[in-house]
């Protein structure tokens, strides 16, 4: 046996120790691609071979074996900037740690979430470094059998259940589906949760909770169940840590859109810590609130590609009623609160702040849906050009609007 093989076998032999003394934390570090354990072992058969035939050439004999030998081809490739090949080799590693896996319980669960990201990490550059082979689509496959060896797991003791590893399982295909855009995917997924057997969400760590809400409130966000996804988000928003920064961030990109709705202005102080939210929505909010329609569509013109991609656009069109709702209630207040308003003052109203012809029917259509939509109370006077509104609170607090859909 020349000195590297028995580097080699040295580096393997600890991925066996900490099996057998159930060490996850650092069994999970050493088995990451960019571990110090790696880099120390491959540093250490390059200077006693000068170069790599014994990891090449040694065959497992173990299931333990066969998981660290990939890892360190993995970590090889993946040091040689070959992606695609490191690929390969963590892939290898992946199937057989799933092998070992399966009669593993609970203290195993790091090292699946450390293997589980490597993956999904080299898919991802492989895909980038050489096209025509979808890495990530095959990565998805077999990180989908690592969640569904935690999902379904019949160990009768719940302290040692693989289900602790469901929710953040699922927070990293959540993560490759949005990427691949497979939608419905993730609704699967979450409907396989709902009817598994596992612990409530909320008896898991915290950070599987913030995350696994903040991706079910984005879909439900993108769905259009706008109470669903308010009720996620903001968890997800109060609960994330204070130090979370990016994370926050990507919260409110959709709780924002879902406060503006409900007729809630975010505070002032909110928008500062967090400039590209201000940036992307300050110049709106001010639009909507003063009643400016003229310069609310500008700006959603401005921002619809930035907006449309980030899946919002649906939800600050619906804004546009609330612009309306404040340009109708001036032209109540300039005609001193009266009940019965002719429809030439709100077409006028409206030509002044879009600067263009409106005609009639369209000003009708407009206050008709505003009517329907619960932002005004009141009926139109089709045969006397008038809009007859309701002595009693005819605008209503935006907060007590209920959008048609019920969401």
């Known amino acids: 046996m020349s000195s590297g093989a028995r580097k080699l076998e040295n580096g393997m032999n600890k991925f066996r120790c900490l099996n057998g003394s159930h060490s996850a934390a650092e069994l999970a570090e050493a088995i990451r691609l960019t571990s110090p354990h790696a880099a120390r072992i491959l540093n250490d058969i390059l200077d006693s071979d000068g170069d790599w035939s014994s990891i090449e050439n040694r065959k497992p004999r173990s299931g333990w074996d066969q998981v660290s030998l990939a890892h360190f081809r993995a970590a090889l490739a993946y040091r040689l900037a070959d992606y695609p090949t490191a690929y390969i080799h963590e892939l290898d590693c992946y199937h ?11 203290w195993c669960i790091p090292v699946l979430y450390a293997v589980s990201s490597d993956l999904s990490h ?10 025509g082979n979808n890495r990530v689509e095959e990565a998805i496959r077999a990180i989908n059998q690592g969640f569904s060896l935690c ?15 469901t929710y953040h399982m699922a927070n990293l295909l959540f993560a490759l589906y949005l990427r691949q855009r497979a939608y419905n995917l993730c609704g699967s997924m979450i409907r396989a949760i709902r009817a598994s057997e596992l612990p409530a969400l909320d008896t898991f760590p915290m950070s599987d909770q913030v995350t696994f809400r903040f991706y079910r409130g984005m879909l439900a966000f993108r769905s259009e169940d706008y109470s669903a996804a308010r009720h996620d988000l903001l968890f997800a928003f109060q ?21 503006l709705i409900d007729g809630q202005m975010p505070r002032i102080s909110l928008l500062q810590e967090f400039p590209a939210i201000a940036d992307l929505y300050s110049g709106l909010i001010s639009a909507a609130k003063s009643g400016n329609l003229g310069l ?15 899946g919002v656009f ?19 207040l300039i005609d001193n609160r009266s009940s019965r308003i ?3 003052r709100f077409r006028r109203a409206l030509e002044f702040a879009l600067s263009t012809s409106v005609e009639d ?11 329907f939509s619960g932002y005004l109370k009141g009926y139109l006077a089709h045969d006397h050009g008038l809009a007859v509104l309701s002595k009693q609170m005819p605008f209503p607090p935006i907060s007590s609007v209920v959008p048609p859909n019920g969401s």
């Not at 080299?122 to 096209?131: C, G, H, R």
């Not at 619809?304 to 991609?309: F, I, N, P, T, Y």
């Not at 029917?361 to 009517?371: G, K, N």
């Open 96 to 106: 057989a740690f799933l092998r070992v896996f399966l009669d593993a319980p609970r």
């Open 122 to 131: 080299v898919a991802k550059l492989a895909d980038a470094q050489v096209s």
């Open 151 to 165: 999902m379904t797991d019949r160990e009768p003791s719940l302290s040692l259940s693989r289900k602790w590893g």
């Open 239 to 259: 609960s994330c840590h204070r130090d979370a920064y990016q994370n926050k961030r990507r919260i409110l990109t959709y709780l924002v859109p879902l406060m």
């Open 296 to 310: 609310f569509d500008r700006l959603l013109a401005e921002k619809q590609d930035q907006l449309a991609s980030l």
């Open 314 to 332: 649906l939800a600050i069109e619906r804004v546009r009623k609330i612009a309306l709702r404040q340009l109708f209630y001036k032209v109540y």
């Open 342 to 344: 002719a429809l030439a």
């Open 361 to 371: 029917a369209e000003v009708e259509a407009i206050l008709a849906d505003m009517v």
